[in-house]
């Protein structure tokens, strides 16, 4: 095939437009461009951004992709974790990650589906006695106590809101320039610390956590040269366990949204009927914004459909506009779960939490995890509470990353139905 140029957008650093544009930024390049993929400047960096279902395909080809050195230190030092799974390759990324999938049983699931159940409908008493209900953060206490529990972490009731607001924060903070970013580096590292010290306790049999927890398999896991962890590195994955459990508040957030704002869709949940229940999560998923994309380096030279691709170049795949893309999605703009009805699965068309295989690649860890308590939250929101939506601004922005509605919902008068 004969090799192409790529298109390539115009400055010596487009990092000011990745900004300003957000979630949109890719997409609406490779709209003007009329192409999957193109290259630019970004982060002062030459970087090819690509988007669409063959350009996720080929994203998660680990033969031509790696992550060691793909994510900017800021990134790491907030959001991801030095060390984590997440910038492994290879055999110790298989190794790595066959870890986190062993705590992703059925029986696993199901355990933390029940711990989540206990604690929401806890806090809807509490919620009940209160004037008003900030669902955002009231869902990050609630997500953080059952994390915990199904971790294996013990915690106090009095800390509860500073570390899951910390824990929050470190999700909310690597996008921004500046001090919001320091604040999120500030937070992991008093996080980090924590989980250590409950490491070295596990280590000195000082504490022991249920079998199977994140906090026991983390602490006595051992690496493929027979060695534990560091102490550091464990705490990083048990993190990687607990903060984005806390983060599914905001998919909460945007759940209580679409239940809000789409009474038509609303009204198909309210048998419980499992699969109308799945299909509005899929749609929450593919509809609002969340992970806006995923770097990777090439690791060695390749041509793709007449295009080249140099080693050791930033490839930058666009997780939200693939979502949006007009070639997959028909009406990709319009929130309809009845498009996952009968929707025909694909690891690369629908991206919300990466693509392609959870052990063999990095697709994400905690997505059938995420689902499940998605679905038991939708159905207290649509089916199993009653509250108000009083007025307030629940617009929401795609230049934000990662993005909320600006009330962050607000609810009166909440309580359980009689059932
Ligand atoms: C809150 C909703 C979530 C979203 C939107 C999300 C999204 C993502 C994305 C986009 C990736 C990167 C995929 C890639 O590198 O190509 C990822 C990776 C990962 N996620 Fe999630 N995630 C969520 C929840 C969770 C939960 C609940 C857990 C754990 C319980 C989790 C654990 C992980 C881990 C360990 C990885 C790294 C996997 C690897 O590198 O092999 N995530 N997630």
Same mark, same amino acid.
């Given at each position: 095939?004969?090799?192409?140029?790529?298109?390539?957008?115009?400055? #010596?650093?487009?990092?000011?437009?990745?900004?300003?544009?957000?979630?949109?930024?890719?997409?609406?390049?490779?709209?003007?461009?009329?192409?999957?993929?193109?290259?630019? %400047?970004?982060?002062?960096?030459?970087?090819?951004?690509?988007?669409?279902?063959?350009? *996720?395909?080929?994203?998660?080809?680990?033969?031509?992709?790696?992550?060691?050195?793909?994510?900017?230190?800021?990134?790491?030092?907030? #959001?991801?974790?030095?060390?984590?799974?997440?910038?492994?390759?290879?055999?110790?990324?298989?190794?790595?990650?066959?870890?986190?999938?062993?705590?992703?049983?059925?029986?696993?699931?199901?355990?933390?589906?029940?711990?989540?159940?206990? /604690?929401?409908?806890?806090?809807?008493?509490?919620?009940?006695?209160?004037?008003?209900?900030?669902?955002? /953060?009231?869902?990050?206490?609630?997500?953080?106590?059952? *994390?915990?529990?199904?971790?294996?972490?013990?915690?106090?009731?009095?800390?509860?809101?500073?570390?899951?607001?910390?824990?929050?924060?470190?999700?909310?903070?690597?996008?921004?320039?500046?001090?919001? %970013?320091?604040?999120?580096?500030?937070?992991?590292?008093?996080?980090?610390?924590?989980?250590?010290?409950?490491?070295?306790?596990?280590?000195?049999?000082?504490?022991?956590?249920?079998?199977?927890?994140?906090?026991?398999?983390?602490?006595? /896991?051992?690496?493929?040269?027979?060695?534990?962890?560091?102490?550091?590195?464990?705490?990083?994955?048990?993190?990687?366990?607990?903060?984005?459990?806390?983060?599914?508040?905001?998919?909460?957030?945007?759940?209580? #949204?679409?239940?809000?704002?789409?009474?038509?869709?609303?009204?198909?949940?309210?048998?419980?009927?499992?699969?109308?229940?799945?299909?509005?999560?899929?749609?929450?998923?593919?509809?609002?914004?969340?992970?806006?994309?995923?770097?990777?380096?090439?690791?060695?030279?390749?041509?793709?459909?007449?295009?080249?691709?140099?080693?050791?170049?930033?490839?930058?795949?666009?997780?939200?506009?693939?979502? %949006?893309?007009?070639?997959?999605?028909?009406?990709?703009?319009?929130?309809?779960?009845?498009?996952?009805?009968?929707?025909?699965?694909?690891?690369?068309?629908?991206?919300?939490?990466?693509?392609?295989?959870?052990?063999?690649? /990095?697709?994400?860890?905690?997505?059938?995890?995420?689902?499940?308590?998605?679905?038991?939250?939708?159905?207290?929101?649509?089916?199993?509470?009653?509250?108000?939506?009083?007025?307030?601004?629940?617009?929401?922005?795609?230049?934000?990353?990662?993005?909320?509605?600006?009330?962050?919902?607000?609810?009166?008068?909440?309580?359980?139905?009689?059932?």
């Amino acid at each position: 095939m004969d090799v192409k140029s790529m298109p390539h957008e115009k400055g #010596l650093d487009n990092t000011v437009h990745a900004l300003k544009e957000g979630y949109r930024y890719i997409l609406n390049r490779r709209k003007s461009f009329q192409s999957d993929v193109f290259e630019t %400047h970004l982060l002062g960096q030459k970087a090819i951004c690509m988007g669409g279902e063959a350009a *996720a395909e080929l994203f998660y080809d680990t033969t031509k992709f790696k992550r060691a050195g793909a994510a900017p230190k800021r990134v790491q030092k907030t #959001l991801l974790g030095e060390k984590g799974v997440q910038t492994l390759d290879g055999k110790a990324h298989l190794h790595r990650k066959e870890m986190f999938m062993s705590l992703m049983s059925p029986q696993r699931l199901d355990q933390m589906n029940d711990m989540l159940k206990k /604690h929401w409908e806890a806090a809807v008493e509490k919620w009940a006695e209160q004037e008003e209900t900030v669902l955002y /953060h009231e869902a990050q206490k609630v997500l953080f106590r059952a *994390a915990c529990e199904w971790a294996g972490v013990p915690f106090e009731e009095k800390e509860v809101a500073e570390l899951a607001a910390d824990l929050g924060k470190m999700i909310e903070t690597p996008t921004e320039i500046g001090p919001a %970013h320091w604040m999120g580096r500030h937070d992991r590292n008093q996080t980090e610390k924590w989980i250590e010290n409950l490491i070295e306790q596990v280590r000195d049999k000082e504490l022991s956590p249920p079998e199977g927890t994140a906090l026991a398999v983390f602490s006595w /896991h051992r690496d493929l040269e027979g060695n534990l962890l560091d102490t550091h590195t464990a705490a990083v994955e048990v993190l990687n366990i607990i903060r984005p459990i806390v983060a599914i508040a905001i998919y909460i957030n945007f759940t209580a #949204l679409a239940v809000h704002e789409y009474p038509a869709a609303k009204e198909k949940l309210t048998d419980g009927d499992p699969k109308q229940l799945q299909a509005f999560v899929q749609e929450v998923r593919r509809f609002y914004p969340f992970f806006p994309f995923q770097g990777a380096i090439v690791k060695k030279d390749f041509t793709w459909q007449g295009y080249e691709f140099e080693e050791g170049t930033l490839t930058i795949l666009d997780i939200y506009g693939t979502n %949006h893309d007009p070639a997959i999605w028909s009406n990709p703009d319009v929130f309809d779960p009845t498009r996952f009805i009968g929707w025909k699965e694909s690891p690369f068309s629908f991206i919300p939490q990466g693509g392609g295989d959870f052990l063999g690649g /990095h697709r994400c860890a905690g997505e059938w995890l995420t689902i499940k308590v998605m679905n038991t939250c939708l159905d207290y929101l649509a089916n199993r509470m009653e509250y108000e939506v009083p007025p307030q601004d629940l617009s929401y922005s795609l230049n934000e990353m990662p993005s909320v509605p600006h009330s962050e919902m607000i609810l009166k008068n909440v309580r359980m139905k009689n059932e």
